[in-house]
């Protein structure tokens, strides 16, 4: 009578097949998040040589995979720059403050853990029940830049992702009446401060399995992640069921963010809708104008999608 249970030699062969599997795909999923990061970089011109890069790491696994991915690119890009890893104590209650020095100790990359009491702030000033993301955001950003300027760092790197920036702009659109996102390079308003997201292009999908598979310790958020009934929770919702109901619409939706016709909109900031003339191709009467806009034109044509041949290419590599 054999025995149901494997035999040690079994076993072993089992978890070595598993491992197997697993560095299979980790290694596929840090190539494609290794193409997207540096298409988005080179896109839009994120990194140059000299640049020192501030990578802010939160404990949440897309600032973890945002870090990894960089100092894996920072061994083969053509220029060089240096990174800095930083992560803001906001001396939330219960913060395993030993987590992120250990590990980035353990990485090898220089950090800074920057102690600043801002969850006292935020629970002092926002009521009970109320949103607290706002405020903290605020506070976060506000130290986090001026700590930039202290460190000489010309860059400050941000793990917000793909659905992050859809989430973003159907936000705004909702409850804001703004067609806005979060570009993936900004200069703060004072001009002081680029803030780049390298990981624009990438799928959050991707880098929640990519996190796990590379078994990074993660830190939960107890004060905003904890909250209910957000509106961006909302959001998410939407965009994952429309994901599951229509494969491929998300990619679509973030290819329009990538090709904006001003024309073909209603923002009278953007378009000189009141200087329209008939007699005149496109109805525009400046001549500079109308060449810039045949050639726009020229250029979407010729792509097929708008001047996002960039992202297509991003899809088909991604399946």
């Known amino acids: 009578m054999h025995s149901e249970n494997p035999t040690e030699a079994q076993a072993e062969q089992l978890s070595v097949e598993a491992e197997r599997k697993r560095k299979t795909r980790t ?12 298409q988005a970089i080179e896109a ?15 404990g949440g696994k897309d600032s973890y ?44 990359v220089p950090f800074h853990i920057v102690e600043r009491d801002t969850y006292s702030i935020v629970k002092e000033v926002v009521p ?30 941000l793990g917000h ?13 909702f409850y804001g009446g703004k067609l806005k996102s979060m570009p ?10 680029m803030v780049i997201r390298p990981l624009a292009y990438a799928r959050e999908k991707d880098i929640a399995e990519y996190a796990e598979l590379k078994e990074f310790p993660i830190i939960p958020c107890n004060l905003c992640g904890s909250q209910e009934n957000l509106q961006r929770q909302v959001i998410k919702e939407m965009l994952n069921n429309w994901d599951k109901q229509h494969p491929g619409r998300i990619e679509t939706m973030f290819r329009s963010l990538c090709n904006v016709v001003p ?34 034109s020229d250029e979407e044509n010729q792509n097929g999608n708008g001047g996002v041949q960039t992202m297509e290419r991003i899809d088909v590599l991604s399946l």
């Open 27 to 38: 290694n596929k999923l840090q190539k494609r998040l290794r193409r997207e990061v540096g």
């Open 44 to 58: 839009f011109n994120m990194i140059e040589a000299g640049d020192k890069v501030m990578v802010c790491l939160s």
């Open 184 to 193: 993936p390079k900004l200069v703060s308003d004072d001009g002081k401060n």
């Open 65 to 108: 995979a945002m870090l990894d991915i960089l100092m894996n690119l920072q061994k083969s890009a053509p220029v060089d720059f240096e990174l800095v890893a930083v992560n803001l104590d906001q001396k939330q209650p219960g913060f395993p403050e030993h987590i992120l020095p250990a590990y980035l100790e353990k990485i090898g």
């Open 161 to 173: 992702h793909r659905d992050d920036i859809l989430e973003t702009f159907f936000l705004n659109m």
């Open 263 to 296: 024309s073909h909109l209603a923002d009278t900031e953007l378009f000189d809708f009141k200087g329209l003339q008939l007699g005149f191709p496109h109805g525009i009467v400046d001549a500079d104008a109308r060449a810039e806009f045949r050639a726009e």
């Open 128 to 157: 009970e029940g109320k949103t607290t993301c706002g405020l903290c955001s605020r506070l976060r950003r506000g130290t986090l830049y001026g700590f930039a300027d202290e460190i000489g760092a010309n860059k400050i790197a």
